[in-house]
């Protein structure tokens, strides 16, 4: 079993960055490509980034390409969300999630496991 843990959220102010980590549980860590998600209020959950196993792969929304990057850490068995010029329409909880394979997929439903979402509020 599979158990992801969110953490790094917090209030922003437009322009700012922000860090969000997502530490895994169990062996298999290594082996699957890792997604963050996003959930703005009164919206439906959508794709933010992925990044394949070995890292050296990664995939964006339009939204945040250029503003964001994803990375991770094996041996940490962590992946990273870096978010930088940070706009009010970021304002979501974010998950992170674990491909059921090495693929990037965009749907939520081909993610297996899931965190429990950390919440980032624009403060203004």
């Known amino acids: 079993q599979v158990q992801l843990v969110d953490s790094g959220g917090g209030l922003v102010q437009a322009g700012s960055s922000l860090r969000l980590s997502c530490a895994a549980s169990?062996?298999?860590?290594?082996?699957?490509?890792m997604g963050w998600f996003r959930q703005a209020p009164g919206n439906e959950r959508e794709f933010v980034a992925g990044?394949?196993?070995?890292?050296?792969?990664?995939s964006y929304a339009d939204a945040v390409k250029g503003r964001f990057a994803i990375s991770r850490d094996n041996v940490k068995k962590t992946v990273y969300l870096q978010m930088n010029n940070l706009k009010p329409k970021d304002t979501a909880v974010f998950y992170c999630?674990?491909?059921?394979?090495?693929?990037?997929?965009?749907?939520?439903?081909?993610?297996?496991?899931w965190g429990q979402g950390t919440q980032v509020k624009d403060s203004s």
């Open positions: 990044i394949r196993p070995s890292g050296s792969i990664t």
């Open positions: 999630a674990q491909s059921a394979d090495v693929t990037i997929w965009c749907q939520e439903v081909d993610y297996k496991y």
């Open positions: 169990g062996s298999t860590f290594s082996r699957y490509a």
